[in-house]
């Protein structure tokens, strides 16, 4: 772990407490119903304990983000808006999922219109759809609308295993010795490769996921691993109703309805944002979290020969946070934490004061939540115009939070002070025009790298994401602290200032080595980019595959950590998009014919389809498409009608 490999110090101040009270949380304490709770410490300690890095997990787990965004930095946004804050005095819901960049598009938009048979409810729903699953994931029916983001919930634990010495089929549980499930899976490969079968144990506490491990030399898997073997207890291992939960969502009709349906939605969970037609808003995150032991904090492996460490069943659906129709008018969620931690104590007195209730350690620091926040206040009444704004705003707050410290340097160079005094004017925005978006992007990747990287294990790679942008804004406040100090150099401690001057030198001259010696023509759009790259034809290795099937790259807005996530890594030595708004929509429920929306690409998956790339220059430049509802809509907008008609 992290605390290992650098010591609890310094893992702490990279890894530091999500700021509550500084960055707001999705919901309120009067929204939960509560307004004078004493401090949570016991669940705060519980949250601080956990922020550690367990090197392993990034090579064995699987992406659990399920569409909707994973980790620090990916996510998403949406937000609901009464029409108490809105032109037409009916709510406004918005929302727009951060996905890995793909080509073609991970959504379909499709509207469901059936009528209804032998007494069965009418589908009549539009929306976003994946190819993977029937029914409209987000999007709007007749009565309701709603949007998702992920909430970044702890559902799985890595649990350490006895094996017994003389029976590799058995492990220890409460002294005794249990049977090991064992079952063969194939692996099979798409470029010729024989399949690999393999043998998996399972116990009552899920796979053993070091098993099979690959020689690096030799390249021959190595079977049943005796030495350290490791359960992975995940809740989406289980059989799950999340397909009953879609359904339920397209038929609902009220919040009553809604909610009912979410009782079926229980991997992975997700900040469900409401509103219908009938002026009602709200927000409800459904899923399966589980309740642990007091000492459990969720993110170090555990010993498994024991139930000390056992599950202690879930947060009943009834318990998880949920509001209808704020006071304040609106919710919005950006992956934050969801709830003050008094919420927990109000847990703990009515579920039981011995458990652990924390949802999740792993939220976004709150950059985009809170400017988002902002903009709901300073941009009301709303319409469909100003959540267009929103929805691409390019401000990125940590710039503002970090730029007045370079204010206080002075440097040897003249042209290093210009170029600072020039970049202390900016409007902290990503603009793809933005000359000072590109300065600034080149020094966050040095800070980053200075300041972090050099002590970072090479397990870890460094994101440079938000958890590197709010732990860089309180190490500003301790100039002497170890990070500053440069690994490389035994013979000199280096200080906050030391680093901030190499790396705004570092930063500017390679600005100057990439866009040229004018300032005034550099531009943030040809150095962040976005290419559209089809799987697996896309990196096929043959240009005139790769040509035919790709699409950019095309200079984008953004950056990661901005209400448009164009996310870009640290670690990659490129500020090339790797994630993305997949979609954008804002639906209307006072006129559901004004609702619009936008995907990266295109409706068609074929490459010589005029319709697989017609929507990127809308999407890049945060533009929309409307979200046809009634038939007459839909027939005037038709330029062709498929009609299927059974055999007989």
């Not at 098993?211 to 691993?225: A, H, L």
């Not at 933005?434 to 002590?455: C, K, R």
Request: proline letters at 6%; a negative charge.
């Amino acid at each position: 772990t992290m605390y290992e490999l650098v010591g609890k110090e310094m893992t702490d101040k990279w890894t530091p407490p999500w700021p509550f009270g500084k960055k707001p949380t999705i919901l309120q304490l009067d929204e939960l119903g509560m307004t004078d709770v004493p401090q949570a410490e016991r669940v705060n300690d519980a949250i601080d304990d956990a922020k550690v890095e367990t090197a392993v997990l990034q090579d064995i787990l699987p992406d659990v983000g399920f569409g909707f965004g994973s980790g620090r930095a990916v996510g998403s946004n949406n937000w609901v808006i009464g029409g108490n804050t809105t032109k037409s005095g009916m709510p406004l819901l918005a929302n727009d999922p951060h996905l890995g960049i793909q080509m073609p598009s991970i959504w379909y938009v499709v509207g469901l219109h059936c009528k209804p048979i032998d007494g069965s409810p009418p589908f009549d729903v539009t929306g976003f759809a994946l190819s993977s699953s029937p029914g409209v994931i987000i999007g709007h029916n007749s009565h309701i609308a709603w949007g998702v983001t992920n909430v970044n919930p702890d559902v799985f634990d890595l649990y350490r295993i006895k094996v017994n010495p003389a029976n590799p089929l058995q492990y220890e549980w409460n002294g005794a010795w249990r049977d090991i499930k064992v079952r063969q899976e194939t692996i099979n490969f798409g470029d010729g490769q024989s399949p690999v079968t393999i043998q998996v144990r399972e116990t009552h506490l899920g796979p053993i996921i070091n098993d099979n491990k690959v020689d690096k030399e030799t390249g021959e898997i190595q079977g049943f691993n005796n030495k350290d073997p490791m359960a992975l207890h995940w809740t989406a291992l289980e059989s799950g109703t999340i397909l009953k939960a879609v359904t339920g969502l397209n038929e609902a009709t009220n919040w009553e309805e809604f909610r009912e349906a979410l009782k079926y939605w229980d991997v992975p969970s997700q900040n469900f944002v409401y509103a219908d037609v009938k002026g009602n808003v709200g927000y409800q995150t459904p899923g399966r979290i589980p309740i642990r032991a007091k000492h459990h904090s969720g993110l170090l492996p555990v010993p498994g020969w024991t139930n000390e460490f056992e599950w202690q069943g879930f947060i009943p659906f009834d318990k998880l946070p949920t509001v209808f129709n704020p006071k304040r008018g609106y919710v919005a969620t950006a992956n934050q934490a969801v709830v003050p931690l008094e919420y927990y104590d109000m847990l703990a007195s009515e579920l039981g004061e011995g458990e652990n209730y924390a949802i999740s350690q792993e939220w976004d620091y709150g950059y985009r939540g809170q400017r988002i926040i902002e903009l709901l206040e300073k941009l009301a009444p709303h319409s469909i115009e100003t959540l267009q704004v929103l929805q691409g705003d390019n401000k990125l707050i940590s710039a503002e939070e970090l730029i007045p410290y370079l204010g206080r340097l002075r440097f040897n160079e003249p042209e290093l002070n210009e170029a600072r005094d020039w970049l202390m004017k900016w409007d902290y925005q990503f603009d793809m025009d933005s000359p000072q978006a590109a300065l600034y992007a080149e020094f966050w990747m040095q800070l980053a790298n200075n300041l972090f990287g050099d002590q970072l294990p090479e397990q870890i790679k460094l994101e440079g994401w938000a958890r590197e942008m709010w732990a860089a804004y309180l190490l500003m406040e301790q100039p002497n602290d170890t990070w500053w100090d440069d690994a490389s150099t035994s013979d000199v401690v280096e200080t906050r200032d030391d680093i901030l001057v190499r790396s705004f030198r570092e930063g500017y001259n390679n600005a100057v080595a990439t866009l040229g010696n004018d300032r005034s023509r550099w531009r943030w759009g040809n150095l962040h980019t976005s290419t559209f790259v089809s799987n697996p034809l896309g990196r096929s290795g043959v240009s005139f595959i790769e040509k035919m099937v790709n699409r950019g790259p095309y200079p984008t807005s953004g950056c990661t950590g901005t209400v448009n996530n164009t996310r870009w890594t640290v670690h990659s030595g490129s500020f090339a998009v790797d994630h993305l708004p997949s979609m954008r929509m804002i639906v209307d429920l006072g006129d559901l014919t004004r609702s619009v929306a936008i995907h990266t690409t295109g409706q068609s998956g074929h490459p010589y389809s005029k319709h697989y790339d017609d929507m990127i220059e809308l999407w890049r430049n945060i533009k929309y498409h409307p979200m046809l509802w009634t038939r007459a809509q839909v027939e005037a907008a038709a330029a062709n009608k498929l009609i299927l008609k059974p055999a007989n």
